[in-house]
């Protein structure tokens, strides 16, 4: 089965709002999460990623958050904009090199 | 836009039949991996090459096989075609061990009938 789940399968927001989208993983020898966003009728872009020694990473307009007690991966999304609509996964490396894990995937609106 | 290139972009098979699909990696790449993506899920890691042979493989059957070349392109085969492998196939280029770096085409949708 798969070690990397989202909560919720769609979130609408208003634009300018903050977004936060949420993963759970359950492997814990996972070294490497990565964000991405899929546009329809695209492949997935890399949005962010976080190594497992660290709590927090920020970019541009994102912030991923690593909570390993709990085994939950977050990515915030600042003052979101109609081109942050789209399909976000949360992906893991477990350090075997090849494969990342990707989750279902979170649909996100974001409404005028 | 990520320098990789995936052929064709859509494609109508019969069961049963075969499927070659294509990929070009980003310059100085030289790992290609390849996902399916069924409808509403996400990608599933079929399998990945790295000097022409293949350096890891997920949870799909033998009739899956693909090829490297030495300038990296890759190709994915797909025998037997069922209804199930209806999916978004995707291609991504890395360097080897850098899978946190991958760059994703833009898919072929392979539709089986």
């Known amino acids: 089965g798969e070690s990397v789940g989202l909560h919720l399968p769609t979130l609408s927001v208003q634009e300018g709002d903050n977004s936060i989208i949420n993963c759970a993983y359950s492997n814990s020898a996972s070294d490497y999460f990565i964000w991405y966003k899929q546009e329809s009728g695209k492949g997935p872009q890399f949005i962010i990623d976080i190594r497992s020694n660290m709590d927090k990473r920020q970019g541009q307009r994102v912030t991923v958050l690593l909570n390993k007690t709990v085994k939950h991966l977050s990515l915030q999304i600042a003052a979101t904009q109609p081109g942050d609509s789209a399909v976000y996964f949360c992906?893991?490396?477990?350090?075997?090199?090849?494969?990342?894990?990707f989750g279902k995937g979170t649909s996100l609106l974001v409404t005028p | 836009e990520t320098g990789v290139t995936q052929s064709p972009t859509h494609l109508i098979k019969t069961r049963g039949q075969q499927v070659t699909l294509r990929c070009s990696s980003q310059?100085?790449?030289?790992?290609v991996s390849w996902y399916q993506q069924a409808l509403g899920q996400g990608p599933q890691f079929i399998f990945q090459?790295?000097?022409?042979?293949?350096?890891g493989r997920g949870n799909f059957p033998p009739r899956f096989s693909g090829l490297q070349f030495p300038n990296y392109s890759s190709e994915l085969n797909v025998n037997a075609l069922e209804l199930d492998d209806s999916a978004l196939y995707l291609c991504?280029?890395?360097?080897?061990?850098?899978?946190?770096?991958?760059?994703f085409g833009q898919g072929t949708r392979l539709t089986v009938v």
């Open positions: 310059s100085g790449h030289n790992t």
């Open positions: 991504a280029s890395s360097l080897v061990g850098r899978n946190t770096e991958a760059f």
């Open positions: 090459y790295y000097r022409e042979e293949e350096n």
């Open positions: 992906a893991e490396n477990t350090g075997s090199g090849y494969a990342l894990n």
